[in-house]
């Protein structure tokens, strides 16, 4: 009895997580405007969701994408730039919301390394070519 009560607990735990809240107002309703629909497009593919693996909130279903799908949607309707509403969303989440971060000591490891790691396969097969 007590297996069969763990069983329903694990097999019942992912339909708990999922929310009870309505999507975001905006959050898939695109804007009238076609113009500032495809800016908010743009925009929207090129900022990561949060808590998934590595989807734009473009495409991710998750409920904090809709809600970041519907800020966009709602700040590029207001007037805002893209420009704008990345930084805005960059000091609020930090780069890690970007796909492109900006170079900072911080991110110096992921702009040099494939470029430290093409210098050393040189290397290696130089040193394998003289031989």
Do not use: H
Not at 66 to 92: F, H, K, S
Not at 111 to 120: E, H, K, N, S, T
């Amino acid at each position: 009895m007590r297996r069969l009560a763990m069983l329903m607990l694990l097999v019942a735990g992912p339909a708990v997580a999922e929310s009870a809240l309505p999507p975001a107002p905006m959050a898939n309703t695109q804007l009238r405007d076609a113009r500032q629909e495809a800016q908010a497009r743009e925009l929207m593919e090129s900022l990561r969701c949060l808590v998934c693996q590595g989807q734009s909130i473009a495409d991710s279903d998750a409920e904090m994408a809709g809600d970041m799908r519907a800020l966009v949607r709602l700040r590029i309707q207001a007037g805002e730039t893209p420009n704008q509403i990345r930084a805005w969303l960059v000091r609020r989440y930090g780069d890690y919301v970007t796909y492109d971060p900006p170079f900072s000591p911080l991110t110096a490891p992921l702009w040099l390394a494939p470029g430290l790691l093409v210098a050393l396969g040189l290397w290696v097969a130089r040193a394998s070519f003289k031989r």
